[in-house]
């Protein structure tokens, strides 16, 4: 499995339940790296989607114990072991913060957007920097949006 996000400088992934900061070109990176495969997600990062809804082009695989939550167009799972039943290999673990510690350990792959900025935050993802079972492979050039510095960095499990 792959799993994509974008973080600040620190490792941060959200605040309040929502992204610290939208980026069109990543938004764009997005949607090239996910479509036509399966995603997998929990229930709060859906409902920042637009709409509320699930992506299109996408099987949307979703983790969440809410028996009553049963979006159209969406698979939901209550637990890890079900999903991961269901979930093919070519999935992208695309969050929250919760999702992605569950199965960091089942991706060998990472597609991160590094934001060279630091924001107040609430969730994080393991700094993949300072794990040995992680390698950076490869690494853009800094990008500029709206006076934003970033850059895409992509990780492979050693």
């Known amino acids: ?13 959200g605040k309040g339940g929502d992204q610290l900061v939208y980026i069109s070109q990543d938004l764009k990176r997005f949607k090239t790296l996910t479509t036509g495969h399966p995603v997998i997600l929990g229930r709060k990062t859906m409902a920042t989607f637009p ?32 999903l991961l039943a269901q979930a093919p290999e070519d999935a992208c673990v695309i969050g929250g913060a919760s999702v992605y510690q569950a199965l960091l350990d089942k991706c060998d792959t990472a597609y991160i957007t590094k934001i060279h900025k630091a924001y107040p935050a609430d969730c994080w993802l393991p700094d993949l920097d300072a794990d040995p079972s992680w390698t950076l492979a490869e690494e853009s050039e800094p990008l500029e949006e709206n006076g934003l510095t970033f850059h895409y960095a992509t990780y492979k499990r050693t």
């Open 1 to 13: 499995m792959n799993l994509i996000a974008a973080v600040d400088a620190h490792w941060a992934l």
């Open 51 to 82: 709409g509320g809804r699930p992506l299109k082009g996408r099987r949307n695989l979703i983790l969440s114990r809410n028996p009553d939550f049963a979006p159209e167009g969406a698979e939901v799972f209550p637990d890890l072991d079900s």
